[in-house]
C-alpha cells in the first residue's frame, strides 16, 4: 500500500480508537496516540540482530532500528500487523517462529512514539530481509548497542529505550 493512502487508526490514552487519520496527516501534526508492533530478533547468545534502514526510507533514513517495525493499519490488531509486517520485513511466517510479547507501552507512560506492543523472536538465523527496508545489519549485544548509540550511532528514536528497557533493565518496570 502506498504511504500517502495508508490510514491508522487514532486512539484514545486508553488505546480505544476514536478515528483514523492518514499516514502523512500523522506525521505533519506530531501525533502519538497511533499505534506501532516492534519485535527483537535475539539469538541464543543473547545478541539482537539490528538493521540499518535504507536511504530512501522517509523517517530515520540510514539509522538503526528495531530488528522489524511497522504501523497498525486502521481495522487490524496488533498481532495482525505483526504478523503483515514480519512477512514484509524478514520473511518470517509467525507461525513458524517462536515470538513472546516483551511489553506494551504508551507515549503517556514511557514517552515512546505510539502506543506499541514489542516482541522477542529467538532464533539464530539472520532474517531474509526485504533490501528495501533494511541496508545490512549487525548482531550486537544489547551493552555494545548501547555504546554505539551513546557514541552517535544514528538510531530510530525509540530503539535505545527499548533496548535498556527490555534487555539492560535500567530504570523501568512494570511493563
Given at each position: 500500500m502506498m504511504q500517502d493512502l495508508e490510514i491508522f487508526d487514532i486512539v484514545d490514552e486508553s488505546d480505544c480508537v476514536i478515528g483514523q487519520k492518514k499516514r502523512s496527516e500523522i506525521y505533519s501534526q506530531g501525533l502519538c496516540n497511533f499505534r506501532v508492533?516492534?519485535?527483537?530478533?535475539v539469538n541464543s547468545l543473547g545478541q539482537l540482530w539490528i538493521p540499518r534502514r535504507s536511504a530512501?526510507?522517509?523517517?530515520?533514513?540510514?539509522?538503526?532500528?528495531?530488528s522489524m517495525g511497522?504501523?497498525?493499519?486502521?481495522?487490524?490488531t496488533?498481532?495482525?500487523a505483526l504478523q503483515r509486517e514480519l512477512e514484509e520485513e524478514l520473511n518470517l511466517n509467525l507461525n513458524m517462529v517462536n515470538t513472546h510479547l516483551?511489553?506494551?507501552l504508551t507515549p503517556y507512560q514511557y514517552q515512546v512514539s505510539a502506543f506499541m506492543k514489542v516482541y522477542e523472536i529467538t532464533s539464530d538465523c539472520e532474517p531474509d530481509y526485504n533490501k528495501n527496508d533494511f541496508i545490512e545489519s549487525f548482531w550486537l549485544y544489547p551493552s555494545d548497542l548501547?555504546?554505539?548509540l551513546n557514541k552517535g550511532e544514528p538510531a530510530k528514536s525509540d530503539l535505545i529505550k527499548l533496548v535498556q528497557m527490555f534487555y539492560i533493565h535500567t530504570k523501568y518496570t512494570n511493563i
Open positions: 508492533v516492534n519485535a527483537f530478533v530512501q526510507k522517509r523517517i530515520f533514513p540510514l539509522c538503526l532500528d528495531v511497522g504501523h497498525v493499519e486502521s481495522g487490524e496488533y498481532e495482525d516483551l511489553g506494551y548501547i555504546e554505539w
